[in-house]
């Protein structure tokens, strides 16, 4: 069972970047697939991006072009640059995780991952 910590939340003006980070436990980190989601306060969580096996990438069109995942495996910890901020992007964000056998491709549904971290709050003022 993976355990999931996510750090780099914080303030920034608007058009600035913050780096996010999701550190894994506990399991074989190179086996799951990981995936940001945030949440607004008021609206259902949304997908954000996601890495999966071979390093493949997707990414929700909002963050297209603005946001990159990475994995860094020897440090067993995800990353989500966000570049450009805008206000919209406010949200308590998070990273989850499903094992390569139990995925069913589905990335952007929060109901494949059974791994979730507590999440870090990203505020962007204008």
């Known amino acids: 069972q993976v355990q999931l910590v996510e750090s780099g939340g914080g303030l920034v003006q608007a058009g600035g970047s913050l780096r996010l980070s999701c550190a894994a436990s506990?399991?074989?980190?190179?086996?799951?697939?990981i995936a940001w989601f945030r949440q607004a306060s008021g609206k259902e969580r949304e997908f954000v991006a996601t890495i999966r096996r071979g390093g493949l990438t997707y990414y929700a069109d909002f963050a297209q072009g603005r946001f990159t995942i990475v994995r860094d495996s020897a440090k067993n910890t995800v990353y989500l640059q966000m570049n450009s901020l805008k206000s919209e992007d406010t949200a308590a964000y998070y990273c989850a995780a499903v094992s390569f056998f139990w995925d069913s491709g589905n990335y952007s549904y929060t109901g494949l991952y059974p791994y979730w971290g507590q999440g870090t709050q990203v505020t962007v003022s204008s």
């Open positions: 506990g399991g074989t980190f190179s086996s799951y697939v």
